[in-house]
């Protein structure tokens, strides 16, 4: 059985200061199949981050999904396309249908459907059409996305482009200890005066 | 019409740009939308080029994206996401200039513009690529494909010759380069009283611009009023330069449009140019004739290293002993030397990112200056860092990016055969058939300018 808890990454939000850059990050290293290089002109398709920054009266901190050990999403995946992997729950963005159940089961809204893009294009569906000004046109495939720690690079983008250092990747049994530790430590601090 | 602008719709009030900003021009609340002070900022775009806060494409609640590319002058095949910071775009000017029969369509490029503009294909950060770039030019439609880094050779000749005069004559020094108009401004509106150590020569933009509708015109048997000329620049303050009401030596506006490295872009994929596959193709001559030492202009030091390349051989009669100035190359915003040319020792200076020149300023007032030429330029490492370049999409890639185009300028320069401005044949010939000589009457009517303060009283 797998003892290790899922990591996931928090925003400090009294640090964050809204530039997004983590959103452009997410984007620019998920996008190199849609020939996303390192300049803003290399982009032509929409900015789809993973990763949503959240304005409020009290400030701003981007929100993302948490990993959940019994996750909601792939509980309720009726066509089994969200796993986990490693230590992270991810969607198959070939498999997934765009039912939207993840996006109604996630209690962060950690998860978007939006159109899929490849090769620079919007990927159309194979027979369903739908009417628009110029007649039917094929209906662009709808997909759900979500964070998935940038697993293919080994380290998540936003993490390593927030100017203000806001984002910290949790690993909680780590995390876990470090605190008991500290704990301890004070306790023992009282105690002995 | 201001050139730079802050959406206020999209602008989160991060205050990043207001970091980059050399003359703290951005104001505003923390957490509010930022206005930009128009009377201060001086164009550079630094801003723009920081800016990461994009329009959502997928928001209803903010105006449709073609409306915001209306608003911002761009052309409606844009794809790129907008950000909140950015500048008013030319290039729809441009393009229905380029599908009027009636004109004569003329470009000029800057130097920092050919190791840039690859990148906005997919092409390594700084790959460098004049030919394609020429040929792209011409696909456009462009009758000739000129190049600034002809009037950057032309600029070493006046300027080269202004400074000599001026340590001959020991008067108004130390002499500051004038390349920049994002330095030019700001020492308009904060220290009009040092007007006078400001080289009086026009940038390279402005030379060709006069020298285009010129002599240009003279050689091509064309009615200047009918050229239309456009230059292609790294920068966002060019077209403020190109606007100035003293830019019409030629009897006409010497530039009529200026475009950025992006918006070269814009106008190549509209067009379905496939860049990266475009043969290499020269450009133009006469005017399309350059040195190695105009091909440095785009990067800190370059005026500085190009000027010092042909003073040390007019004053020496000599051939300099070693071609690669090195030591001002270097990355730090200030760079001071002291140069032996012949009996002279010349002080001189270097700097990169307008807040640096500060205390030069400064001392200079107070008459504590013993410098002869200095150099400036606005941007953190001159015009390859300018506002109006390829954005970086992750701040990581930004150093790479600056030290990938500047390694890409020296190589260009390296590589050519003529690395000095005054062996430019092209040159010489300009002035034994038209100029006369540095300096001269139509030199002076034609490249040289004047400053005025921009300081209320
Ligand atoms: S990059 Fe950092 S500061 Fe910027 S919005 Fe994201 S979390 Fe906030
Ligand atoms: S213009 Fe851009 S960088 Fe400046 S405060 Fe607004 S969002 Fe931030
Ligand atoms: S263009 Fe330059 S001077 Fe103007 S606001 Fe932007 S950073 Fe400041
Ligand atoms: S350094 Fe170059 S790009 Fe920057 S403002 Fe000056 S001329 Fe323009």
Same mark, same amino acid.
């Given at each position: 059985?797998?003892?290790?808890?899922?990591?996931?990454?928090?925003?400090?939000?009294?640090?964050?200061? /809204?530039?997004?850059?983590?959103?452009?990050?997410?984007?620019?290293?998920?996008?190199?199949?849609?020939?996303?290089?390192?300049?803003?002109?290399?982009?032509?398709?929409?900015?789809?981050?993973?990763?949503?920054?959240?304005?409020?009266?009290?400030?701003?901190?981007?929100?993302?999904?948490?990993?959940?050990?019994?996750?909601?999403?792939?509980?309720?995946?009726?066509? /089994?396309?969200?796993?986990?992997?490693?230590?992270?729950?991810?969607?198959?963005?070939?498999?997934?249908?765009?039912?939207?159940?993840?996006?109604?089961?996630?209690?962060?809204?950690?998860?978007?459907?939006?159109?899929?893009?490849?090769?620079?294009?919007?990927?159309?569906?194979?027979?369903?059409?739908?009417?628009?000004?110029?007649?039917?046109?094929?209906?662009?495939?709808?997909?759900?996305?979500?964070?998935?720690?940038?697993?293919?690079?080994?380290?998540?983008?936003?993490?390593?482009?927030?100017?203000?250092?806001?984002?910290?990747?949790?690993?909680?049994?780590?995390?876990?200890?470090?605190?008991?530790?500290?704990?301890?430590?004070?306790?023992?601090?009282?105690?002995?005066? | 019409?201001?050139?730079?602008?802050?959406?206020?719709?999209?602008?989160?009030?991060?205050?990043?740009?207001?970091?980059?900003?050399?003359?703290?021009?951005?104001?505003?609340?923390?957490?509010?939308?930022?206005?930009?002070?128009?009377?201060?900022?001086?164009?550079?775009?630094?801003?723009?080029?920081?800016?990461?806060?994009?329009?959502?494409?997928?928001?209803?609640?903010?105006?449709?994206?073609?409306?915001?590319?209306?608003?911002?002058?761009?052309?409606?095949?844009?794809?790129?996401?907008?950000?909140?910071?950015?500048?008013?775009?030319?290039?729809?000017?441009?393009?229905?200039?380029?599908?009027?029969?009636?004109?004569?369509?003329?470009?000029?490029?800057?130097?920092?513009?050919?190791?840039?503009?690859?990148?906005?294909?997919?092409?390594?950060?700084?790959?460098?690529?004049?030919?394609?770039?020429?040929?792209?030019?011409?696909?456009?439609?462009?009758?000739?494909?000129?190049?600034?880094?002809?009037?950057?050779?032309?600029?070493?000749?006046?300027?080269?010759?202004?400074?000599?005069?001026?340590?001959?004559?020991?008067?108004?020094?130390?002499?500051?380069?004038?390349?920049?108009?994002?330095?030019?401004?700001?020492?308009?509106?904060?220290?009009?009283?040092?007007?006078?150590?400001?080289?009086?020569?026009?940038?390279?933009?402005?030379?060709?611009?006069?020298?285009?509708?010129?002599?240009?015109?003279?050689?091509?048997?064309?009615?200047?009023?009918? $050229?239309?000329?456009?230059?292609?620049?790294?920068?966002?303050?060019?077209?403020?330069?190109?606007?100035?009401?003293?830019?019409?030596?030629?009897?006409?506006?010497?530039?009529?449009?200026?475009?950025?490295?992006?918006?070269?872009?814009?106008?190549?994929?509209?067009?379905?140019?496939?860049?990266?596959?475009?043969?290499?193709?020269?450009?133009?001559?006469?005017?399309?004739?350059?040195?190695?030492?105009?091909?440095?202009?785009?990067?800190?030091?370059?005026?500085?290293?190009?000027?010092?390349?042909?003073?040390?051989?007019?004053?020496?009669?000599?051939?300099?002993?070693?071609?690669? $100035?090195?030591?001002?190359?270097?990355?730090?915003?200030?760079?001071?030397?002291?140069?032996?040319?012949?009996?002279?020792?010349?002080?001189?200076?270097?700097?990169?990112?307008?807040?640096?020149?500060?205390?030069?300023?400064?001392?200079?007032?107070?008459?504590?200056?013993?410098?002869?030429?200095?150099?400036?330029?606005?941007?953190?490492?001159?015009?390859?860092?300018?506002?109006?370049?390829?954005?970086?999409?992750?701040?990581?890639?930004?150093?790479?990016?600056?030290?990938?185009?500047?390694?890409? $300028?020296?190589?260009?320069?390296?590589?050519?055969?003529?690395?000095?401005?005054?062996?430019?044949?092209?040159?010489?010939?300009?002035?034994?058939?038209?100029?006369?000589?540095?300096?001269?009457?139509?030199?002076?009517?034609?490249?040289?300018?004047?400053?005025?303060?921009?300081?209320?009283?």
């Amino acid at each position: 059985m797998k003892t290790k808890l899922n990591s996931f990454v928090v925003a400090n939000a009294a640090k964050c200061i /809204g530039c997004k850059s983590c959103e452009v990050a997410c984007f620019t290293v998920h996008n190199r199949n849609n020939h996303v290089a390192a300049t803003v002109g290399t982009v032509t398709v929409p900015i789809i981050p993973r990763l949503y920054l959240i304005r409020s009266e009290h400030g701003t901190i981007p929100i993302q999904c948490r990993h959940c050990e019994d996750a909601p999403c792939a509980n309720v995946c009726p066509v /089994g396309a969200i796993k986990q992997e490693g230590n992270a729950i991810i969607i198959n963005e070939k498999t997934c249908i765009g039912c939207k159940t993840c996006l109604l089961a996630c209690p962060f809204g950690a998860i978007d459907l939006l159109p899929q893009y490849d090769d620079g294009k919007e990927v159309l569906q194979i027979n369903l059409k739908e009417e628009e000004e110029g007649g039917l046109t094929q209906k662009a495939r709808v997909i759900a996305y979500k964070c998935d720690l940038c697993e293919d690079i080994g380290e998540p983008a936003c993490i390593k482009a927030c100017p203000v250092n806001a984002l910290t990747l949790v690993t909680p049994t780590e995390e876990r200890k470090a605190r008991n530790k500290e704990a301890a430590l004070s306790l023992i601090k009282t105690i002995n005066g | 019409m201001s050139y730079i602008n802050i959406d206020q719709e999209l602008c989160t009030g991060c205050r990043r740009c207001a970091e980059v900003c050399p003359v703290d021009a951005i104001e505003g609340e923390e957490g509010k939308p930022q206005k930009i002070n128009t009377e201060i900022c001086i164009m550079c775009g630094q801003c723009v080029q920081k800016c990461s806060v994009y329009a959502p494409y997928f928001d209803d609640g903010i105006t449709p994206i073609n409306m915001k590319l209306q608003e911002r002058g761009m052309l409606e095949s844009v794809k790129e996401p907008l950000f909140a910071a950015y500048n008013i775009g030319q290039a729809k000017k441009v393009r229905e200039a380029l599908a009027n029969p009636q004109l004569f369509k003329v470009v000029q490029c800057a130097p920092a513009v050919r190791v840039a503009i690859a990148e906005e294909f997919g092409l390594n950060l700084g790959a460098l690529t004049p030919g394609k770039m020429a040929a792209a030019l011409r696909r456009l439609g462009f009758n000739k494909v000129y190049d600034t880094n002809f009037g950057a050779d032309l600029t070493i000749m006046e300027e080269g010759n202004e400074l000599i005069k001026r340590v001959t004559e020991g008067k108004d020094l130390p002499l500051f380069t004038s390349c920049c108009p994002a330095w030019v401004k700001f020492m308009e509106q904060a220290y009009p009283e040092l007007l006078k150590n400001l080289s009086t020569c026009k940038s390279p933009q402005q030379m060709q611009g006069a020298i285009i509708k010129t002599y240009g015109a003279k050689i091509n048997n064309m009615d200047p009023a009918k $050229i239309f000329s456009v230059s292609v620049m790294p920068c966002t303050c060019k077209p403020f330069e190109s606007d100035r009401p003293e830019m019409m030596a030629s009897g006409y506006k010497d530039v009529d449009v200026v475009i950025t490295t992006r918006e070269l872009a814009y106008l190549i994929k509209d067009k379905g140019i496939d860049f990266a596959n475009l043969p290499d193709e020269g450009f133009d001559l006469p005017l399309g004739d350059y040195t190695g030492a105009a091909t440095i202009f785009g990067s800190t030091g370059g005026v500085m290293e190009a000027a010092l390349r042909t003073a040390y051989e007019i004053i020496t009669k000599n051939p300099i002993p070693k071609i690669d $100035i090195e030591f001002v190359r270097g990355g730090e915003g200030v760079r001071t030397a002291t140069v032996q040319i012949g009996d002279l020792e010349l002080k001189i200076a270097v700097v990169a990112g307008l807040k640096n020149v500060l205390p030069i300023l400064e001392d200079l007032k107070k008459g504590k200056s013993d410098y002869h030429f200095i150099e400036v330029m606005a941007c953190p490492e001159g015009c390859i860092s300018g506002g109006g370049q390829p954005k970086v999409l992750l701040e990581e890639y930004r150093g790479i990016a600056y030290k990938n185009r500047k390694d890409a $300028i020296y190589k260009h320069d390296s590589e050519l055969k003529l690395r000095k401005s005054h062996e430019n044949p092209d040159i010489k010939k300009l002035y034994d058939e038209f100029l006369g000589e540095p300096l001269g009457k139509q030199s002076h009517h034609l490249l040289h300018t004047k400053y005025k303060s921009r300081k209320e009283k």
